[in-house]
């Protein structure tokens, strides 16, 4: 069974109902007048003017991209900088530096001013826009039509352009030591992973992969640097396996319980990586050989996520709309907030450390749109 098919109908339906549900059972956390201090989750949360589809963060706060045209810049307080309207948006998670907000659209990309949203530029590219990295001076966005495209992030200016079979789902990889650029097509002939030089678009390596693939995960330093590519055929057949970033050689491989989904994107951190599978089992890889360091099964499917980790914690969100945190050390259960206890739909999510402690951001669709930055334990 491939759960991404019908991904986007059954989130839709899931939230039409909690519109009428969420507010009744916690009246005291509704999106257009939440109160933190009544919530046992939330921080703060903040209204939207439609429906969050992507969550961006870094030290400055966050962006976030709505279903109405919208994008708000928020502060780590909760309060809103800046709102620009009608811009060209897809579900993308928008990418951020400390000057520019590039966002995915139905007809190319557009980048935005960090401090007001104001539009820098736009450029055209075929296909929806799902997949954008900015990495210094070049902005990268990938299309469901197959194409990824380089551009002079202050310009718009086009650097260089590939195009190959299937669909870019999850922003390209960059690493900017070795200026390398790591992207995932899915679908077309076959799933492939595949690697470039970030100043030509020169390609390095290619390799085929299983079709049920999570995104691309870099990790490492230098010499060391891989790409960690989980996935499977749909069903039970499945592994999880590191390739030199340089090569392309596999340095390992290892077994893994079910498939993987395109908006699944595990997270490594200096020693380990840790993937989640579509069953939603979570598993912690020892980045050096591969080993299996820990296994936790949820209980229920995850489709979408960002895999976001802490020094102590792991946390994701299930189909369920369940925020999840788990032990790093051992995969234990540490909380699992429910949708109903969120009083509304988990979209996107990140960690962040604003003010020292560390908390999840996560948008929170409902009948009215909401930012909620919740506590993780």
Avoid at 160 to 173: F, Q
Avoid at 243 to 259: E, F, H, K, N
Wanted: charged fraction near 15%; charge should be positive; include cysteine.
């Amino acid at each position: 069974m491939r759960f991404d098919q019908a991904r986007r109908a059954a989130i839709v339906c899931c939230v039409a109902v909690l519109g009428a549900a969420a507010l009744s059972l916690l009246p005291g956390i509704t999106v257009a007048h939440a109160s933190p201090t009544r919530s046992s989750a939330a921080r703060w949360v903040r209204p939207l003017p439609g429906g969050p589809w992507g969550v961006t963060t870094d030290d400055r706060g966050a962006v976030v991209v709505v279903d109405d045209g919208s994008v708000v810049g928020v502060s780590p307080s909760g309060r809103t900088r800046w709102t620009a309207h009608a811009v060209d948006v897809t579900e993308a998670n928008p990418a951020l530096d400390a000057a520019r907000v590039l966002v995915g659209g139905a007809a190319g990309v557009t980048v935005l001013n960090r401090g007001d949203g104001a539009v820098r530029w736009h450029a055209d590219l075929p296909g929806d826009v799902l997949a954008v990295t900015l990495a210094g001076d070049v902005a990268l966005a990938g299309s469901d039509s197959g194409a990824l495209a380089a551009f002079g992030a202050a310009t718009g200016a086009p650097i260089w352009s590939v195009t190959r079979a299937g669909a870019l789902w999850s922003a390209p990889r960059v690493d900017a030591a070795s200026g390398s650029v790591v992207a995932t097509w899915h679908g077309g002939d076959g799933s492939r992973v595949e690697v470039f030089d970030l100043a030509s678009g020169t390609p390095r390596w290619s390799a085929a992969i299983a079709a049920g693939a999570a995104a691309p995960t870099l990790a490492g330093r230098g010499s060391d640097s891989v790409v960690v590519v989980a996935a499977g055929d749909g069903h039970f057949t499945a592994a999880a396996e590191a390739r030199d970033l340089a090569t392309g050689a596999v340095r390992w491989r290892v077994p893994m319980p079910a498939s993987f989904e395109r908006a699944i994107e595990p997270a490594a951190g200096r020693h380990d990586v840790v993937v989640v599978d579509h069953f939603g089992t979570v598993t912690a890889l020892d980045l050096a050989d591969g080993h299996t360091r820990w296994q936790r099964g949820l209980g229920e499917p995850v489709l979408a996520t960002r895999v976001s980790l802490t020094r102590s914690r792991v946390v994701l969100t299930t189909y369920a709309g369940t925020v999840t945190v788990l032990g790093r050390a051992d995969g234990r259960v540490v909380a699992a907030t429910t949708r109903r206890q969120l009083a509304g739909y988990p979209i996107g999510g990140a960690t962040v450390r604003w003010g020292g402690a560390p908390g999840f951001l996560t948008g929170l669709r409902l009948s009215n749109g909401g930012l909620a930055l919740l506590r993780v334990p």
